[in-house]
């Protein structure tokens, strides 16, 4: 398999913060820069430039993490056949979301994963669309899940979900069962940032419905669907959110569901891998919440 001072690098590489790699490793900073230090001259070329306390790849070094990606895929496809034949899986999966499937879908299911792989280690990193895309594309990541649009080329799309945005409010009895456009856009509103993938969903289909977001009743920004939750239960004011992420709420008569007459918000959930086979414990995970779906 491959030589630690090689996985060192390959590390840092990815992430040239000595700290950082030294947790990630459990190991100590000086041991990081010794094994740098003794690879360097092994190999007799230098792979990192020190330039005021930052370290940068040199041409060697950028090609060594190159050649260093096809062997760590190629460790853990190795890995993956041999925990096949002992029948356990022992690698390690690191997983990407953005807030509302983390928060709302992928949590039972990483459950119920784990419980039949229980010396897996797994990973769930939480983001913004486009921070989860980056991290796979730099290969952070083994696996995603995203909503939104497909934009880059380099990542391969696969429909995972149908998700639905509602207009809900507290559950109060004088709560309407449904509006017009025309009231809609009268009602007093909590919205997400404009940066979250739910908030230019919602503006892109309000737009073909005929309504300009521009001129909502909008009563207060919020970055998170838990902190709009919270606040509309203290509150008169309504809010678009994933049905998804209110399940509990709407069951538990605290939130309560508005149609909006003519308007339908859907969206689709994504898995999302770089272009190319997937890693095999992706691939794994990928076959199992598909048939989970």
């Known amino acids: 398999m491959i030589d630690h001072k090689y996985k060192v690098f390959y590390h840092l590489a990815k992430n040239p913060n000595t700290t950082k790699v030294a947790e990630e ?7 990081i820069s010794k094994s740098i230090r003794e690879l360097e001259k092994e190999l007799g070329i230098t792979l990192f430039h020190r330039i005021k306390g930052r370290m940068q790849l040199t041409e060697t070094g950028r090609y060594l993490l190159t050649e260093m990606e096809i062997l760590v895929q190629k460790e853990r496809e190795i890995g993956f056949e041999l925990d096949k034949l002992r029948t356990t899986m022992t690698g390690t999966l690191r997983i990407g979301a953005s807030t509302t499937l983390s928060q709302y879908i992928l949590p039972e299911v990483l459950s119920e994963f784990k ?39 380099d990542i391969h799309y696969i429909p995972f979900l149908q998700d639905e945005i509602v207009l809900v409010s507290a559950g109060k009895a ?8 025309t009231e809609f856009s009268a009602l007093p509103l909590v919205l997400r940032e404009q940066g979250s993938g739910t908030y230019h969903i919602i503006r ?11 001129h909502l009743n909008c009563q207060l920004i919020l970055g998170t669907t838990e902190g709009i939750k919270k606040y509309l239960l203290h509150s008169d004011c309504f809010a678009l959110l994933s049905i998804y992420s209110i399940r509990d709420e709407v069951a538990a008569g605290k939130l309560r569901i508005t149609e909006i007459e003519g308007l339908s918000i859907n969206r689709m959930f994504y898995i999302i891998h770089r272009q190319g086979e997937p890693d095999p414990y992706a691939r794994q995970f990928m076959t199992f919440i598909l048939r989970q779906k």
């Open 115 to 153: 419980s039949r792989h229980p010396e897996l280690t797994m990973a769930l990193l939480s983001g913004n669309t486009d921070q989860i895309e980056q991290e796979v594309l730099q290969n952070n990541l083994n696996i995603a899940f995203i909503e939104g649009s497909p934009t880059q080329p």
């Open 204 to 214: 892109k289909q309000l737009v073909e419905a005929g309504i300009d977001p521009n």
């Open 174 to 181: 004088h709560t309407p069962e449904s509006v017009s456009l």
């Open 25 to 31: 490793l459990l190991l100590t900073q000086p041991a």
